[in-house]
DNA sequence: ACCTGAACACCGTTCAAGT
DNA sequence: ACCTGAACACCGTTCAAGT
């Protein structure tokens, strides 16, 4: 055994059966072997599952058209975001795991690359490819919750309903805007990093304004 | 026994024991009865965690100064990260649940408002209140993986020194940026809310180029 | 209706003991 | 050093049976 044998063992049983499946107990399973066998290469749980993204994220497409900066850039974004949307359950572990793979530092290499392009300055395209990948990631994670709400809508349908029927005294904002707080999924992704995008064009750092 | 009689005893334990904690048997014993009687109030475990969220965000602290609308928008989103810091199980939780508690709509009505106030358009400030909570709660779900990796530093020195020593031919951006890539935990905070509301100030919705 | 004992089907991690 | 059986200490959810 060795732990690219129980890494692969991992994936493959994530690929058959998805995150949840992937537990000590059944990749352990998996080689013919009890848990405890694992500990010798794998710290932990986490450990595992942060070594699954990272395979995934080799698989992040190039930008296919040639465009200019804020075109790759977007496209590399919606490359990372496309392959966490397939796997919604790896988007909240990337949330709280801090990934250091190496896919997934070539993610940030690139992303530094192109911001540089676009002539952002190094101090804020630092913090930049942060804000960027982590509105990716977030984004990825909250549309988990709505394939999840989706599998039972009354999660959904029910905030609609609170929605529809806010108070309007209390919540007049809410009212005035109804549903719209809750519409138009796939053009907001793409505002969304246009504003990501202008902010960083036009926000220093250090200029923290009140 | 009653949803209010469970929800109670979930928020006590949550506040001496911590959300690991706040399992249908553990609050089941704390009820002196057995999980299954819970079924009866409380639909799965992750409606117990959200209205434990929702139970705290009723201390979202009111701005204190009287800035002007953007002073008191960030105050806001300060207010409500508070709260997701010094519980950031919590964060995580909130990222894949789509709160929809009372206190929870009481926050996007007063995002709403500020952002109305600020001369935001009607149709981009439904979409920034999601993306202005989207980045709160974000980072408030990344800085839970900081804690967790300063009690085991491992991955932070880890990711520090990957970052060090990382290939100047494969990984020239990572290497020119160095640790600043990991820097600057306070202010970066307060540069993404401003790089946030300058990027919805800047960016109309359909204005989607490339 | 509301409540529950008991069971089903699982978990992660540790550790003493073996090879 | 590497590997493992067995145990420890838990989970969520369902369901038949009771009140």
């Known amino acids: 055994m060795s732990r690219e ?5 991992a994936l493959s049983l994530f690929h058959e059966e998805g995150l949840a499946k992937v537990t000590m107990r059944r990749v352990a399973a998996v080689l013919d072997t009890g848990p405890a066998s694992l500990y010798v290469y794998i710290s932990d749980t986490e450990d595992l599952h942060a070594e699954i993204l990272d395979a995934l994220l080799a698989d992040v497409a190039e930008p296919s058209s040639p465009a200019d900066w804020r075109g790759r850039l977007k496209g590399t974004l919606r490359g990372y975001i496309a392959v966490l949307f397939e796997h919604p359950e790896l988007a909240r572990m990337a949330m ?3 990934p250091s793979g190496a896919n997934y530092l070539a993610l940030v290499e690139k992303i530094l690359a192109l911001l540089k392009e676009g002539g952002v300055p190094d101090g804020q395209a630092a913090w930049a490819v ?31 309903a609170i929605i529809e029927t806010a108070d309007v005294e209390t919540l007049p904002n809410i009212v005035r805007h109804g549903t719209d707080l809750l519409s138009g999924r796939g053009d907001r992704l793409d505002w969304g ?16 304004k009140s």
Chains 1, 2 share one sequence.
């Not at 044998?5 to 063992?9: N, T």
């Not at 960027?132 to 989706?150: H, I, M, P």
């Open 5 to 9: 044998g129980v890494i692969a063992a």
């Open 96 to 98: 709280s795991t801090m």
């Open 130 to 160: 942060d804000l960027l990948l982590l509105f990716a990631t977030a984004q990825a994670a909250e549309k988990a919750a709505w394939k999840a709400s989706a599998r039972s809508p009354s999660n959904f349908s029910a905030l609609a």
């Open 193 to 208: 990093f246009d504003v990501l995008i202008n902010g960083v064009l036009k926000t220093r750092r250090m200029e923290t």
